[in-house]
T-cell receptor
């Protein structure tokens, strides 16, 4: 079956702009989690959605938001981009939620200039 | 809050030897631990997990050991192969499965 698909793979934005990233989970998976990966901070948890509801949230400012649709696809949005938002954004899906055998996508590489 | 750290940023191992990657965590309430492998240009890939009620779990060529007394986790890879070259992350969860804290990663380099 198809894996986790993230689009786009690469993105370049200017400071102050906003961006929307998309994640399509593995068919049948209802949980989608988002992570930010940077060389300095490593992998940091952003939030998790399950059945269209945000179930958990990490320690990121309100500029980072997300949503999940009825087909379990998820989007995350970052508004008023800052240079420090440059990172690899990863999403992971799992059947019932949780980190148990979560499957990651290849990520979206966001560069803010 | 939880912090998870790996002991060495880079580990070089001869092909065929065993590799041991270590990880320490701070939160004694952590109840579930996962090891991931991330190859260049790819997302992390689940390798093996262990729950806090166990101290050892084995998979194919991999073994995870958990020492709750000293809050230490290790990943052992038997007969390391070139394809094992990647960055390895340990992760810990507590208070709900999705509040996952990742370590900074250890880069494993396999010398042919």
């Amino acid at each position: 079956k198809a894996g986790v698909t993230q689009t786009p793979r690469y993105l370049i934005k200017t400071r102050g702009q906003q961006v929307t990233l998309s994640c399509s989970p593995i068919s049948g998976h209802r949980s989608v989690s988002w992570y930010q990966q940077t060389p300095g901070q490593g992998l940091q948890f952003l939030f998790e959605y399950f059945s269209e509801t945000q179930r958990n949230k990490g320690n990121f400012p309100g500029r980072f938001s997300g949503r999940q649709f009825s087909n379990s696809r998820s989007e995350m949005n970052v508004s008023t981009l800052e240079l420090g938002d440059s990172a690899l954004y990863l999403c992971a899906s799992s059947l019932g939620g949780g980190a148990t055998e979560a499957f990651f996508g290849q990520g979206t590489r966001l560069t803010v200039v | 809050g939880e912090s998870v750290g790996l002991h060495l940023p880079t580990l070089s191992v001869q092909e065929g030897d065993n590799s041991i990657i270590n990880c320490a965590y701070s939160n004694s309430a952590s109840d579930y631990f996962i090891w991931y492998k991330q190859e260049s240009g790819k997302g992390p890939q689940f390798i093996i997990d262990i729950r806090s009620n166990m101290d050892k779990r084995q998979g194919q060529r991999v073994t995870v050991l958990l020492n709750k007394t000293v809050k230490h986790l290790s990943l052992q890879i038997a007969a390391t192969q070139p394809g094992d070259s990647a960055v390895y992350f340990c992760a810990a969860t507590s208070g709900g499965y999705q509040k996952v804290t990742f370590g900074t990663g250890t880069k494993l380099q396999v010398i042919p």
